[in-house]
């Protein structure tokens, strides 16, 4: 079964996004290569991250995290202790009402598609799927990134397909929309912008190499949609309750629940 949106399903961007991240960074090199041979190649660059998850991220993405969480959070029931103060008299020590476990953090694998020339093995362009990167302490070490991508000469290509954290940069005519795609190309001095809403498909965005050689197209719009269906991800998203935080505006909402009135009425 098909997602029933048109273009990102937000429902994705809960505990599934880990998985869609890395299924969608591998259909963007299949998509790619083909057109990227014999002059470059696309690669897969795994890092891992230790994600300190704030608060309002435990339970998104870690649901596991969460019910260890709630399940060890209860009243103390250690014994009333005493000590003895420095003149001799026994104190009554106050027992904490609650313990929590210490929640170590959590050790998640990002991958990025690298461009690279087939000669040299160059780094020509990134393509970056925003997300740990999208607040602290991940987002000021990815500025930095994208200010040594911009300096050596390399091309960017950001997809953000999460509805919170914040955006990776700042510009007052920068439109509030629910997803973005951008593309900085090397020393040009302007960003290149896809807003998009929630009712929108995604677009087929330019992959810039070196020049002379032309641009290739990245269909977002296939990309996501495959990988929806080779993942069965309707099979592990009930569409009857609402999506991952954060809430949607009145108007997203209202478009959504009649989108999908029809799946919510099947038994």
């Given at each position: ?48 991250v230790e994600d300190t998850a704030p608060e309002e991220e435990v339970g998104i993405l870690y649901p596991d995290v969460e019910l260890l969480k ?97 955006r990776s940069f700042n510009h007052p005519r920068l439109p509030d929309t629910a997803y973005l795609v951008t593309v900085t190309r090397a020393q ?80």
């Amino acid at each position: 079964m098909p997602s029933p949106f048109p273009g990102m399903d937000p429902y994705l961007e809960g505990y599934l996004w880990p998985d869609v991240h890395n299924a969608l960074a591998n259909k963007i090199r299949q998509q790619l290569v083909p057109l990227l041979r014999p002059r470059y190649t696309a690669r897969l660059e795994i890092y891992l991250v230790e994600d300190t998850a704030p608060e309002e991220e435990v339970g998104i993405l870690y649901p596991d995290v969460e019910l260890l969480k709630r399940g060890s959070s209860k009243q103390s029931s250690l014994p009333i202790a005493e000590v003895t103060a420095t003149d001799g008299r026994a104190v009554q020590l106050t027992p904490a009402p609650l313990t929590l476990p210490v929640l170590s953090p959590i050790e998640v694998r990002i991958a990025t598609v690298e461009i690279r020339d087939t000669v040299n093995n160059t780094l020509v362009t990134c393509i970056e799927i925003l997300s740990l990167n999208k607040r602290e302490p991940g987002l000021t070490a990815y500025r930095q990134k994208r200010q040594r991508l911009y300096q050596s000469n390399v091309h960017l290509v950001e997809i953000d397909l999460l509805r919170r954290g914040t955006r990776s940069f700042n510009h007052p005519r920068l439109p509030d929309t629910a997803y973005l795609v951008t593309v900085t190309r090397a020393q040009l001095g302007v960003i290149e912008i896809w807003p998009i809403n929630l009712q929108d498909s995604l677009p087929t965005v330019p992959v810039p190499l070196r020049s002379p050689d032309a641009d290739v197209p990245l269909a977002l719009s296939e990309a996501v949609a495959v990988i929806y269906d080779e993942a069965a991800y309707d099979l592990s998203i009930d569409y009857r309750q609402p999506p991952p935080k954060p809430a949607l505006t009145e108007a997203d909402s209202a478009w959504m629940n009649a989108l999908l009135a029809p799946l919510r009425t099947e038994p």
